[in-house]
Antibody, heavy 119, light 107 residues
Framework: EVELVESGGGLVQPGGSLRLSCAASGFTFSNYWMSWVRQAPGKGLEWVAN????????YYVDSVEGRFTISRDNAENSLYLQMNSLRGEDTAVYYCARKLSYSWSLGYWGQGILVTVSS | IVLTQSPGTLSLSPGERATLSCRASQSVSNNYLAWYRQKPGQAPRLLIYDTSTRATGIPDRFSGSGSGTDFTLTISRLEPEDFAVYYC?????????FGQGTKVEIK
């Protein structure tokens, strides 16, 4: 069974940094693109970033480009999101997600982790 | 690509038919569009992918249609668990986007 478990969230001051982790199990992690999606309180879903199986390609939403870095460790079955220069508008629940085997749609999601940016 | 969902809120009764719309600012490549349902406090769940294919375990009361810039999610008979928020998402280009959501509430 596919399982995705996020960790590393919490309260951080504006301008600060935080690193999210996603522990993956139940599938061959190195065979899949992985994604981060976020949801601000009471708002809709926003795609944040994608990373290819071998990390050779990465894509970001414009609002985090240059501040956030997606990475992975295939030996540890882990996905990461390094978030720097955090702003209030980055406050959200962050979800780790995996595509289906046969479609780019996101068929598997973690439970989400809350990041709060506030002084 | 900007996705605009309508209506913002749909007020219906159990057993009624729901029709949700998702309009793209430009054509969605390969009709790579998905629909998700999100209940309060839960992660989204994939319902439909590639415009019209139901995900594993999704009942046949859910159907998707459309092409190019106009897409529709239809729920033929609303069940209690269907009162939730629905999002469309395009993955036709490298930079993905979601619509702003349609809330289906009990009338």
């Amino acid at each position: 069974e596919v399982e995705l478990v996020e960790s590393g969230g919490g309260l951080v001051q504006p301008g600060g940094s935080l690193r999210l982790s996603c522990a993956a199990s139940g599938f061959t992690f190195s065979n899949y693109w992985m994604s981060w999606v976020r949801q601000a309180p009471g708002k809709g879903l926003e795609w944040v970033a994608n990373i290819k199986e071998d990390a050779s390609e990465k894509y970001y939403v414009d609002s985090v480009e240059g501040r956030f870095t997606i990475s992975r460790d295939n030996a540890e079955n882990s996905l990461y999101l390094q978030m720097n220069s955090l702003r209030g508008e980055d406050t959200a629940v962050y979800y780790c997600a995996r595509k289906l085997s046969y479609s780019w749609s996101l068929g598997y999601w973690g439970q989400g982790i809350l990041v709060t940016v506030s002084s | 690509i900007v996705l605009t969902q309508s209506p913002g809120t749909l007020s219906l009764s159990p057993g009624e038919r729901a029709t949700l719309s998702c309009r793209a600012s430009q054509s969605v490549s390969n009709n790579y569009l998905a629909w998700y349902r999100q209940k309060p406090g839960q992660a989204p769940r994939l319902l439909i992918y590639d415009t019209s294919t139901r995900a594993t375990g999704i009942p046949d009361r859910f159907s998707g249609s459309g092409s190019g810039t106009d897409f529709t999610l239809t729920i033929s008979r609303l069940e209690p668990e269907d009162f939730a928020v629905y999002y469309c998402q395009q993955y036709g280009i490298s930079l993905w986007t979601f619509g702003q959501g349609t809330k289906v509430e009990i009338k």
